[in-house]
């Protein structure tokens, strides 16, 4: 079986080609940060019509890429939520009519689902269950994954997801958009030691985040020595430290409550290598092992929505014709396939 997997809930037009024998047959990616740049953050408007224009060429340059025409794809994968509504209407649209056309089933897919079974398109993929931490500019969510479909949400963001809070510092230290991978690159500059901010919700019970009192610890810090450049790596690397943390300790009490050994890491700031290192040594001193995407795949792409397609047609679920896209959705609504 050969799915065609598109992604385009928010700033990203991801299209892939995952095949159940060999695996990943192409994946192409068009970024929309420039045209987003001007304006500071994500215009939905823009990024639906940036879809429109993207989503064609990119299946045209896949199917280019892995040799293979129309008649050899088995179903198509689009994602239907969480996101932008404009946004992820042009990757319904399109997937459905292209489905349609080529006389294959579709199938609408959970945007955090592609992040959480992402790392299984590594060579060393995870055994269920495992404890999945999600931190994408959306969702910061840690869950109990028993199989395809069968998550418990175990604790999540009360306020800022983990990525937004990245973004919305590094917004307000004048680094722009898209701060997150800005703001942690001046990090790795930064004295540890200089500026200390709270660990949020980590001295009471409960698996649940809030990250929204860092950035006001930020700005606050930055304020009061004048803003200046010289403080700016010092206070960036205090609140990604009190970030690192906030995380780590929680996985690692969800590894003891769950007794369960295996920790998976998906979603954009998976990509920071100060988290990395931490959960490293956290899942070491635990008994755990960490499992990641391929740095490329950390971020939203279209191989992982073709791999949670394909997962999900292969076990017989497909769409009728008729579609619809959820700008907000519960993950632990779905069912098993
Ligand atoms: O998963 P993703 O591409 O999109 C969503 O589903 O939201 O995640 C994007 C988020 C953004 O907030 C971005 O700032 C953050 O991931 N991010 C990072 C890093 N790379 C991306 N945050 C911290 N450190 C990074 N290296
Ligand atoms: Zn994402």
Known sequence: MRVIGIETSCDET????????????????????????EYGGVVPELASRDHVRKVLPLLREVMAQARIGAADIHGVAYTAGPGLAGALLVGAAIGRSLAWAWGVPAVAV?????????????????????????????????????????????????????????????KLLGLGYPGGPAL??????????????????????????????????????????????????????????????????????ALEQTGVRRLVVSGGVSANTALRV???????????????????????NGAMIAYAGYRRLQAGQAEPLAFS??????MDGLSPP
């Open 110 to 170: 959970h945007h955090m689902e592609g992040h959480l079974l992402a790392p299984m398109l590594e060579p060393d993929p995870p055994d269920f269950p495992f404890i999945a931490l999600l931190v994408s500019g959306g969702h910061t969510q840690l869950v109990r994954v028993d199989g395809v479909g069968r998550y418990h949400i175990l604790g999540e963001s009360l306020d800022d997801a983990a990525g937004e809070a990245f973004d919305k510092t590094a």
């Open 325 to 330: 896209a959820m700008a907000r959705w519960p």
């Open 184 to 253: 942690a690159r001046l990090a790795g500059q930064g004295d540890p030691r200089r500026f200390q901010f709270p660990r949020p919700m980590t001295d009471r019970p409960g698996l649940d985040f809030s990250f929204s009192g860092l950035k006001t610890s930020a700005v606050n810090t930055w304020r009061a020595h004048g803003m200046v450049d010289e403080v700016r790596a010092d206070i960036a690397c205090a609140f990604q430290e009190a970030v690192v943390d906030a995380l780590s300790i929680k996985c690692r009490r």
């Open 14 to 37: 991801g299209v892939a080609i995952y095949d159940a024998q060999r695996g990943l047959l192409a994946h192409a990616l068009h970024s929309q940060v420039a045209l987003h740049a």
């Open 278 to 300: 931490r959960l490293g040594e956290m899942a070491r001193d635990a008994g755990a092992q960490v499992y990641y995407p391929r740095l490329e795949f950390c971020t939203d």
